[in-house]
């Protein structure tokens, strides 16, 4: 629930800092910085050999946002990480310790709009990398199109 204020908190200085913004305007950066306390639990559905089980985790996750407005550019930063978060198996009793992964998502649409019919230009591009625990990449995706519409 913290979380979802930190973000809702988030998005609303964003959105007054883009309309805020006129061309020529020197830049204006924010960060964000919190701990807060989780305790939720969670499925995994491979434990308990194969039968799953709910796993209670508590402990602290940072969050860490910077964004910087120049003009009509947003550039966002984001870190989240688990400190001491550690949980038990409801079933088996087993041991659970977070790491830190990362999974990231950027869609750009970049239009470039002319007078009259089938003279616009699209650029479109779909960027997915996926870093497990030890800061390996373990998956990576790029869907790039340019297209005359």
Same mark, same amino acid.
């Given at each position: 629930m913290k979380k979802l204020l930190v /973000?809702?908190? /988030?998005?609303?200085? &964003?959105?007054f800092?883009?309309?805020?913004? !006129?061309?020529?305007?020197?830049? !204006?950066s924010f960060t964000a910085n919190s701990f807060f306390p989780i305790e939720l639990t969670v499925f995994v559905p491979c434990a308990n050999g194969? &039968? =799953?089980? +709910?796993?209670? /985790?508590?402990? %602290? *996750?940072? +969050? /860490?946002?910077h964004v910087t407005v120049n003009d009509n550019t947003v550039h966002?930063? %984001?870190? +989240?990480q688990?400190? =001491?978060?550690?949980g038990t198996g409801l079933v088996t009793g087993d041991?659970?310790?977070?790491?830190? =992964?990362?999974?990231? %998502?950027?869609i750009n649409n970049f239009r470039i709009i002319g007078q009259g019919n089938g003279n616009n230009f699209l650029v479109h591009e779909?960027?997915? *990398?996926?870093?497990?625990?030890?800061?390996? *990449? %373990?998956s990576f995706h790029d869907n790039f199109t340019v297209d005359c519409k």
């Amino acid at each position: 629930m913290k979380k979802l204020l930190v /973000l809702s908190g /988030l998005v609303a200085v &964003l959105s007054f800092a883009v309309v805020s913004s !006129s061309s020529g305007a020197p830049a !204006s950066s924010f960060t964000a910085n919190s701990f807060f306390p989780i305790e939720l639990t969670v499925f995994v559905p491979c434990a308990n050999g194969g &039968l =799953g089980e +709910d796993v209670e /985790l508590s402990g %602290t *996750i940072h +969050d /860490l946002f910077h964004v910087t407005v120049n003009d009509n550019t947003v550039h966002v930063k %984001t870190h +989240d990480q688990p400190q =001491g978060v550690t949980g038990t198996g409801l079933v088996t009793g087993d041991k659970y310790t977070a790491a830190v =992964g990362q999974e990231e %998502t950027f869609i750009n649409n970049f239009r470039i709009i002319g007078q009259g019919n089938g003279n616009n230009f699209l650029v479109h591009e779909n960027f997915h *990398i996926t870093v497990n625990a030890n800061g390996t *990449i %373990t998956s990576f995706h790029d869907n790039f199109t340019v297209d005359c519409k």
